[in-house]
């Protein structure tokens, strides 16, 4: 069986797929995530389960799972804590990391200000929400991880690798935004300069190309031609809907924060899809039969018909259902999912504290 690589790369919206260089070779399709910011649409994108995005948190049975009872050697690096273990995003995974350590909790007063709805702002004002990132490596070194367990693992090998600097601030020291413009973004976007405007959206592609790169760099030093995927967990907002990045509890699913590019190597598939497809059309590609619990949608078969997307914080949700031509919303709903004798609420995920300190200090606010 052919060994597959998944590579997603954190906000990257459908209008900048030209800053993949790399992969201007390969058709690009517009995909649609299952959530708006990074965990409950990772999680619903390895579950292919609408669930995972109702409760941010990973439903069995993964792709991993899957192809490790295929015969699969599987390994995952995703440099974040919104992919942490306790999420359940290492299962089926023979080596997994996150690279967060424990102990890196920061300011206690800042964690405070971040856990407060009524404060939220004052945190946002005293300390930027930028990601911090002392203790986690640059996406190169997590490529160089990957390749060499890829290369030293058995085959036949499922990849996945999550990219952290096309995140906000776009890269690290002088590769960044500044604070002070990132704050002006944030508290007063409708007083950025076209300058400005131009400047973040320049830092923000040139993070993309620097992914690319990485990208390129994965593929030519693996010991393998492997079917590849590539897309982004969810897009960014450059002032669209009157605000910048991604906020999620805004729980917006405005095009701009939920169409992604999506490369595919070794499978040839057609239209736009929604990324719960991606997983039935990978392992499908290497003769691995899809569970039936999955709700995505093996492209080598047919053509996607409709995605859902699921934005929820804490107890509301919105949900946007397109058949790819029209689209619709319902804002800030109760949500729940039923499956048989299963039933799902939208509900905050209850975390332990050293994991919620570790979300708040790399900027999810309200991480749960």
């Given at each position: ?75 995952g ?52 929400p ?11 070194e ?63 592609a ?58 595919f190597?070794g499978v ?101």
């Open positions: 069986m052919d060994d597959i690589v998944l590579v997603t790369a954190d906000s990257v919206r459908r209008d900048y797929a030209d800053a993949f260089e790399s992969l201007s070779d390969l058709p690009v399709r517009t995909g649609v995530t299952g959530s708006h910011y990074t965990r409950p649409s990772l999680a619903s994108l390895v579950s292919a389960s609408y669930r995972g995005a109702i409760t941010t948190e990973v439903v069995s049975p993964t792709i991993a799972e899957v192809l490790s009872e295929a015969g699969y050697t599987c390994l690096y995703t440099p974040t804590p919104n992919t942490d273990a306790r999420f359940g995003f290492d299962r089926g995974f023979d080596d997994f990391d996150t690279f967060v350590e424990p102990g890196n909790r920061g300011s206690k007063l800042r964690q405070k200000l971040g856990s407060i709805d009524a404060l939220r702002w004052i945190y946002y004002k005293i300390y930027p930028q990601a911090k990132s002392e203790n986690r490596p640059r996406d190169r997590v490529i160089e991880r990957a390749i060499e367990e890829f290369n030293d693992a058995e085959p036949p090998r499922f990849l996945w690798v999550h990219l952290m600097e096309t995140h906000r601030p776009y890269g690290v020291g002088d590769e960044a935004m500044s604070k002070q413009l990132d704050q002006k973004a944030f508290f007063k976007p409708d007083k950025l300069t076209d300058e400005e405007q131009a400047q973040i959206e320049g830092k923000y040139d993070a993309i190309r620097r992914a690319d790169d990485d990208i390129a760099h994965l593929l030519a030093e693996i010991d393998s031609d492997p079917t590849l995927a590539v897309t982004a967990d969810h897009g960014e907002g450059f002032g669209e809907e009157g605000f910048y990045f991604h906020q999620g509890h805004k729980r917006s699913v405005a095009d701009f924060q939920t169409k992604v590019p999506v490369f190597d040839d598939v057609e239209g736009p899809l929604s990324l719960l497809d991606i997983p039935p059309t990978l392992v499908e590609s290497v003769g691995v039969d899809a569970p039936a619990a999955w709700h995505g949608t093996n492209l080598l078969e047919s053509d996607s018909e409709y995605a859902v997307t699921i934005a929820p914080w804490h107890d509301t949700a919105t949900v946007a259902w397109r058949d790819y031509e029209k689209t619709f919303v319902a804002r800030d709903a109760d949500v729940s999912f039923e499956e048989g004798d299963t039933t799902a609420d939208v509900e905050r995920s209850d975390v332990d504290q050293e994991l919620e300190e570790q979300l708040q200090d790399l900027g999810y606010m309200d991480a749960g």
